[in-house]
């Protein structure tokens, strides 16, 4: 039987691996975490960036005077498609794209066959609901990222982090919350 001198230091090295571990383990789950959720976010930015040309092109058929926002639209439908950069370069895009479409939303009030077109308020109903998706992946991507930060920015998981790489994420935010919002569906 090992003397007690040897047993009590042999289970206080064993106690601290194990919570290392335990604390490396949780950020890799948390990395993990919030890469699924960035890429959630990317899945519904691509799903809008699809659904944007019908909107453009049904519009078009309606408002030919209004070329000049519909080609601003598509050009910057073009950019935000391909920039996966980081979250803030892709913020910076995506808040002038949903600036762009917004205008184009609140044009379309001045159309009174194009708002009571069942193509386009069906696409306007969907891309409603594909901007709720987007701010819901949104929202769920910056709560994990919340989660890493904290758990970088923390002791004792910060030495953790440091030693083995983690560091902390960009939030995927819009400057004006107002531009958040998603377009107004009058059926």
Not at 101 to 116: F, I, M, S, T
Not at 125 to 154: C, M, S
């Amino acid at each position: 039987m090992p003397p007690v001198a040897l047993v009590f230091p042999a289970a206080v090295i064993i106690f601290i691996l194990l919570c290392i571990v335990a604390m490396y383990n949780g950020l890799v789950r948390i990395r993990n975490h919030c890469d699924e959720a960035w890429a959630d976010v990317e899945t519904e930015l691509k799903r809008r960036y699809d659904l944007i040309p019908n909107v453009v092109n049904t519009v078009k058929s309606y408002a030919a005077h209004e070329r000049e926002l519909l080609e601003q639209i598509v050009r910057l439908r073009e950019e935000c498609a391909q920039n996966w950069g980081s979250p803030s370069q892709q913020a910076d895009s995506e808040q002038r794209l949903q600036s762009a479409l917004h205008g184009l939303l609140a044009r379309v009030e001045n159309y009174p066959d194009l708002k009571a077109s069942a193509n386009f308020l069906a696409l306007q109903e969907e891309l409603a609901n594909t901007e709720n998706r987007i701010q819901a992946a949104r929202r769920f991507y910056n709560g994990n990222v919340r989660d890493n930060n904290n758990r970088v920015q923390t002791f004792p998981s910060a030495i953790i982090a440091g030693m083995f790489g983690f560091t902390e994420r960009e939030y995927f935010k819009l400057e004006e919350p107002a531009m958040a919002e998603p377009p107004a569906v009058s059926l």
